[in-house]
């Protein structure tokens, strides 16, 4: 819930902030406006390659407060979703991507917006802990992978050819295992607790919406079984 809150609330401060010709968020970066916009766009970039992420994203969104009609927004505007995510803020990543996207929709770098966002979601819960402790990915919440599936959908629908697109079906594929894996999971639970026709649907699902993972032969022997213990009954 926590994060769910986090995240509205920086997907409603990215749209605040689209008014970019404002006073009040114009004056946030005064200290900015003596530089010219091929300046701060050099800096930022500079920033960026060296790591300094925080350092980047304020050069990149003084040039989207300063300069908002100069070649350089849109490139400023991937900048700071770029530099979220290399910092590892997903959250910021996802919510940054959705600004680009709502401001350029099919602009010069939308593919890599899509991506960007599709690899936030994709590693939202890879986290020093589950890193430490190898859990296993189908024991976790799998929310974060179904945005991620979304995304990488609607990357490859439209943009299919792009350099992105190869990664994409990847993780498709990889996320379809998993998802495959964790449904399995609880049809064998299930299963045990004698829940057939819970234990059924969940094998079903697997059977109908992901028929080309290794899981299906499992399910359809779960399906047979559950059945047969409802004949009997």
Request: hydrophobic share 35%; glycine share 2%.
């Amino acid at each position: 819930m926590q994060r769910k809150i986090k995240f509205l609330l920086l997907i409603s401060l990215s749209f605040i902030l689209a008014a970019c010709g404002s006073k009040p968020y114009v004056s946030n970066f005064s200290s900015y406006q003596k530089q010219s916009v091929n300046g701060l766009y050099k800096k930022a970039t500079l920033y960026l390659n060296s790591k300094k992420y925080q350092s980047a994203i304020n050069n990149f969104e003084a040039i989207t407060a300063l300069h908002p009609s100069s070649p350089y927004a849109e490139k400023a505007q991937i900048g700071i979703v770029e530099a979220y995510y290399k910092n590892a803020d997903y959250d910021s990543t996802i919510a940054a991507a959705d600004r680009y996207l709502h401001l350029y929709p099919i602009g010069q770098n939308t593919a890599y917006a899509y991506y960007l966002k599709g690899l936030a979601n994709f590693y939202t819960h890879t986290s020093w802990l589950s890193k430490m402790y190898k859990k296993d990915p189908s024991e976790r919440d799998l929310r974060s992978y179904d945005q991620a599936f979304v995304v990488f959908q609607e990357l490859l629908q439209n943009y299919p050819n792009s350099k992105y697109a190869a990664d994409a079906r990847r993780k498709i594929i990889y996320i379809r295992d998993i998802t495959a894996k964790h449904q399995l999971d609880i049809a064998k639970f299930y299963m045990r607790k004698k829940a057939c026709v819970a234990a059924i649907n969940r094998a079903n699902y697997i059977i109908n919406n992901l028929p080309n993972t290794k899981e299906v032969t499992d399910a359809r022997y779960i399906v047979n079984k559950c059945k047969t213990q409802l004949k009997l009954k």
